[in-house]
Nanobody, 124 residues
Framework: QLQLVESGGGLVQPGGSLRLSCATS????????MSWFRQAPGKEREAVAC????????DYTDAVKGRFTISRDNAKNMVYLQMDNLKPEDTAVYYC?????????????????WGKGTLVAVSS
C-alpha cells in the first residue's frame, strides 16, 4: 500500500528554520519525481518545490527560491524540505506528493498521491 507520511512541522519564529521529512513506502521511490505542496488557511493548495527521481533537477515557486531546498535519499525512501529564513506567509499545512513519472515540474495535475500533511506555523 502506497504511503506518504510527513513530519517535522511545528511553530517557529520568523527567520527560523525547519526541516520537513516525508517517509515513503509501497512504491519504488527512485522511479518517481516528488514534490512538496502547501495550503494556507483560506487559500488554494500551491506547489512549493519538486525534484526529479534521481535529484538531477529541482524547481521552486518564486516565493521560496533561495530559502527552501528540496532533497531526497532514495536508499532511505525519504524526501526532505529544508526551510530557512521562514516568514509568516509560509504558514501552511505542507504536503508531500508523488508524481506519475520521473519529472513533471510544479504542475499539480501531475501528482497523484498525497500525504496527510504537517503544519508549519511561523509567528513571533
Amino acid at each position: 500500500q502506497l504511503q506518504l507520511v510527513e513530519s517535522g512541522g511545528g511553530l517557529v519564529q520568523p527567520g527560523g528554520s525547519l526541516r520537513l521529512s516525508c517517509a515513503t513506502s509501497g512504491f519504488t521511490l527512485d522511479s518517481y519525481g516528488m514534490s512538496w505542496f502547501r495550503q494556507a488557511p483560506g487559500k488554494e493548495r500551491e506547489a512549493v518545490a519538486c525534484i526529479s527521481n534521481r535529484a538531477e533537477r529541482t524547481d521552486y515557486t518564486d516565493a521560496v527560491k533561495g530559502r527552501f531546498t528540496i532533497s531526497r535519499d532514495n536508499a532511505k525512501n525519504m524526501v526532505y524540505l529544508q526551510m530557512d529564513n521562514l516568514k509568516p506567509e509560509d504558514t501552511a499545512v505542507y504536503y508531500c506528493a508523488k508524481g506519475v513519472r520521473t519529472w513533471g515540474g510544479l504542475q499539480e495535475s501531475w501528482y497523484t498521491h498525497w500525504g496527510k500533511g504537517t503544519l508549519v506555523a511561523v509567528s513571533s
